[in-house]
């Protein structure tokens, strides 16, 4: 019996993760802006939810400010969002099961699920 909904099959969490991924870059964005008018141009394209226009841009530009960690971040953020849309989304690169809902509300961009990250930390 499969006991588990792959994120793939089912719209609403695909939505909602492709929803917590793009909190996510927008949180790094905010990270980068500095003057007010980066903080306006994020507050118009948060306030509007399906801007496909120029405002995209900026925050790109916002995000390619960042460095170190933060840059690292961004990255895995872009990747699991490739993922989700690929339909390749929650399944854990150790172990090719199934990563918990609860540890992808967490860090949306997790790529493995907390039994190899515990596994991982152990072998540092
Ligand atoms: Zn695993």
Redesign the pocket.
Known sequence: MKSWTSIADNRLLVDEFRQRLAAARLRLARLAAITDADLETLAVRESREAAEDAAVGTVGDLLARLQGQERLELEEIEAAQERLEAGEYGV??????P?SLGRLRTAPAAR??????V?AEALE
């Open positions: 854990c690169e150790g172990c090719q099961k990563i493995i699920c907390t039994l190899c990250h596994k």
